[in-house]
């Protein structure tokens, strides 16, 4: 009996350590699901910095690795293709969201691809051309550049503008994208009237750097309203500008329908001085009302307007839940246009987002279409 009741035990004892292992092995495995996100930094884009910083703080550090690109990325690439590849490097990384896909992305994709080919890859606000970008892209995430070259004047034209100045510099009117909206956004003026003028400011990756581009902005703005008048509206390509260009255009009367990145938190509250207290961190609707506050202390009523969705965050967030359902296998496909655009819905806070998929021609003029590259659009908001 004895005998027995010991082999009883033994049994009991290893059946109950079988299970906890089989349970210990099950918790392991939700622990080895990984996801890579780089983004720039917060000088170069602070919304994607704090949108990753969001999702380290939602899911833990051993689930989301958080790197970012150097903010020279033009001359560092090597620097950002080795990042990528570190992630690739890890074997519990199933998945990698970048935000912006700034040019040395397609070249580092590519080298994850050779090493990892099951490894899922989303970039968001890409820099490079669609066509290379998408061939080494799972999704390809971008503001509807092209219709927004049509939106932005006739939103500026709502507000009153007769001029439309648009500011970039030669590195960003070689990006495809933006390089095609501009003459859109120069076609569209000439229809509803509006003066257009391609003004050429510094490159922020260029020798004066970021203060430098700043600066310019801030004195160039008073000169173009005295030379154009208020009824100007002011509109610039790169991220880092956004603030002295909100800044400008509110002290010199002027009109803004638009940043470059759509969103109530791009450049707003740096330009106004907004404090944003962490209570409120990432509430949108606190945001829009002191932007509309702050706006007509000045006398700006009107006069600025955006997207209510911080498109920027909202293609890291999205990003990041898609990839994290897919690599738990919720989401069967790598490209799965229903589910993506739930991910996307969610992170803009329910809000309306229009997409469609890129149709256009490459370098060579021939037509192409990818229905993994989306075009995002929403409506307008104006303080």
Same mark, same amino acid.
């Given at each position: ?26 918790? $392991? ?40 690109? #150097? $903010? ?17 490097? &890890? ?7 970048? *935000? ?17 080919? $099951? ?9 490079? &051309? @669609? ?5 080494? /892209? ?5 503001? $509807? ?7 932005? @004047? ?7 503008? %007769? ?38 400011? @510094? ?12 600066? +310019? ?26 603030? !002295? ?16 990145? !759509?969103?109530? +938190?791009?450049?707003? #509250? ?6 944003? !207290? @962490? ?50 296998? %919720?989401? %069967? ?11 996307? /819905? ?6 309306? *987002? ?13 037509? *192409?279409?990818? &229905? ?6 929403? &409506?307008?908001?104006? +303080?």
């Amino acid at each position: 009996m004895k005998k027995w009741l010991a082999m009883l035990l033994a049994a009991i004892v290893l059946i109950s350590v079988v299970g906890c292992g089989q349970s210990t092995s099950t918790t $392991d495995a939700k622990k080895k699901i990984k996801i890579g996100v780089i983004t720039g930094t917060v000088a170069q884009g602070e919304e994607e910095y704090r949108a990753a910083e969001k999702m380290v703080k939602k899911y833990g550090k051993d689930v989301i690795l958080f790197k970012t690109y #150097p $903010d020279n990325f033009m001359k560092e690439q090597e620097t950002t293709i080795s990042n990528l590849l570190a992630f690739a490097a &890890d074997p519990d990384v199933k998945a990698i969201v970048m *935000v912006q896909a700034v040019p040395g992305a397609a070249a580092g994709f590519e080298k994850v691809r050779e090493k990892r080919p $099951d490894i899922l890859l989303i970039s968001g606000v890409p820099g490079e &051309d @669609p066509d290379m970008i998408a061939k080494k /892209s799972d999704i390809v995430l971008q503001a $509807d550049e092209l219709t927004m070259g049509k939106t932005i @004047p006739a939103q500026a034209k709502k507000m009153g503008a %007769k001029t439309l100045v648009h500011y970039s510099f030669p590195r960003h009117m070689s990006y495809p994208l933006l390089a095609q909206r501009r003459e859109i956004m120069r076609e569209e003026s000439e229809k509803l009237g509006l003066k257009f003028i391609d003004a050429t400011a @510094p490159d922020p990756l260029g020798d004066a750097g970021v203060p430098g581009a700043q600066q +310019f902005i801030l004195e160039d703005v008073p000169r173009k309203v005295n030379q154009y008048g208020k009824e100007t509206n002011f509109f610039s390509t790169n991220c880092a500008m956004q603030e !002295p260009l909100i800044k400008a255009t509110l002290d010199n009367g002027a009109i803004l329908a638009q940043q470059c990145c !759509p969103s109530p +938190f791009h450049g707003y #509250p740096g330009a106004l001085g907004i404090e944003i !207290p @962490p209570e409120k961190a990432g509430d949108i609707n606190y945001v829009v009302e002191q932007i509309k506050t702050k706006v007509a202390a000045k006398n700006g009523t009107g006069k600025f307007a955006t997207w209510p969705v911080p498109v920027n965050m909202m293609f890291v967030e999205a990003g990041v839940e898609y990839a994290k359902d897919w690599a738990e296998g %919720k989401i %069967k496909s790598k490209n799965d246009q229903e589910a993506l655009a739930q991910k996307l /819905s969610e992170a803009a806070n329910g809000k309306k *987002v229009q997409y469609q998929t890129y149709a256009g021609t490459d370098k060579t003029g021939k037509e *192409v279409k990818f &229905d993994n590259f989306y075009m995002v659009l929403s &409506d307008y908001i104006t +303080f």
